[in-house]
């Protein structure tokens, strides 16, 4: 018997797959952007919304994972963005390879924005990096103030907490002060903001966010382009 | 169930370390996994479990170290974070950054 030092991230293969993909969205000037939360917290419904607000300013791709059914693509189609469904049968993330293999489908060169929408679950997406260049999660009113301390993983790994779905938040014990408050408290350089799809509120510092992070990456393609590299 | 691909993950590693070194059966496995990595021993053991059934793995053994989320301030201070909350006992500071607790890393195999 003998002894074989590995040190080794268990979730390597993984890394590096995400690695080529982010590669590939720095050749192209794509920004991608990963949407994590719980089931239900509008992470589809922030995408239509996003798609609507930004046409003609932004060209969006979406990729969407769920376990079953295309109704989340159909729905994001409908906004006329290139969209693509992953359906992981029963796996509760996605992995940066199956998104790899996805991304053959968009016309990358065209793009300025992907978003990836993942499996709604707020514990395994955490640990799978995709090659995104900013994770996003979303904690519905309905859900609770005191999620990001349930979910300390998502949220220490994101770069964005949306709180959604404020017009619910009358009619539930929910504070938006205190959700802020123990989301800092995982990740005190995480940028918090708190919207309503449904009634607009808060949506314009998202569409801010979202449209200056997309255009930088855009201008930096760009003048590298122009520099012939 | 991400134990399970994350066991797919390992036995992956595994069969690449064997095809390197050139090994028979992997008898052990040791891993160090963070609180923050959210991973269910149990659920990992079985899912290693079904997945060396009847291979040349089967019966493999988990040794798994558990390590406790840490942060650095920047005031120099290293500590265990309680309960998730950042704040530094020496400055009151609640800026430190997370320095440990969510690894998910393999460290060596027990091979024949």
């Given at each position: ?24 969205f ?44 295309e ?159 | 169930?991400?134990e399970?691909?994350?066991a ?22 040791r ?38 989320p ?43």
């Amino acid at each position: 018997m003998s002894t074989i030092e590995i040190k080794d991230k268990l979730l390597s293969k993984n890394d590096q797959n995400a690695l080529a993909n982010r590669n590939l969205f720095d050749r192209h000037g794509v920004w991608c952007v990963n949407l994590i939360s719980a089931p239900g917290s509008g992470k589809t419904s922030l995408i239509e919304s996003t798609a609507d607000h930004l046409s003609g300013r932004l060209n969006l791709g979406v990729l969407v994972g769920d376990l079953e059914t295309e109704n989340d693509a159909n729905r994001i189609a409908a906004h006329g963005v290139p969209v693509r469904q992953i359906i992981t049968g029963g796996a509760c993330h996605l992995n940066a390879r199956t998104v790899g293999d996805f991304l053959v489908h968009f016309d990358l060169e065209r793009l300025d924005a992907l978003i990836i929408e993942n499996v709604g679950n707020l514990v395994c997406p955490a640990s799978y990096y995709l090659g995104e260049h900013d994770r996003v999660s979303l904690i519905s009113t309905p859900e609770g103030d005191d999620k990001p301390l349930k979910y300390p993983g998502a949220i220490h790994t994101s770069d964005v907490m949306l709180i959604t779905k404020t017009d619910l938040a009358p009619y539930t014990d929910f504070s938006i002060a205190r959700c802020r408050e123990n989301a800092l408290k995982i990740e005190s350089e995480l940028t918090v903001m708190a919207l309503s799809v449904r009634s607009g509120e808060g949506l314009d510092a998202w569409l801010e966010w979202f449209e200056l992070h997309a255009g930088k990456k855009k201008k930096r393609a760009e003048s590298t382009a122009a520099k012939g590299k | 169930m991400h134990e399970l691909s994350i066991a797919e993950n390992l036995l992956e590693l595994v069969d690449k370390y064997r095809a390197e070194k050139g090994f028979t059966r992997c008898s052990s496995i040791r891993l160090r996994i963070g609180l923050l990595a959210a991973v269910d021993e149990e659920a990992l053991r079985f899912a290693v479990e079904a997945l060396t059934e009847g291979g040349p793995d089967a019966g493999v053994s988990l040794e798994v170290e558990r390590t406790f989320p840490l942060a650095r301030c920047s005031c120099g201070n290293s500590f265990e974070v309680q309960d998730l909350i950042y704040l530094c006992e020496r400055c009151g500071s609640t800026s430190a950054r997370l320095s440990g607790g969510d690894e998910l890393d393999i460290l060596h195999l027990e091979v024949d």
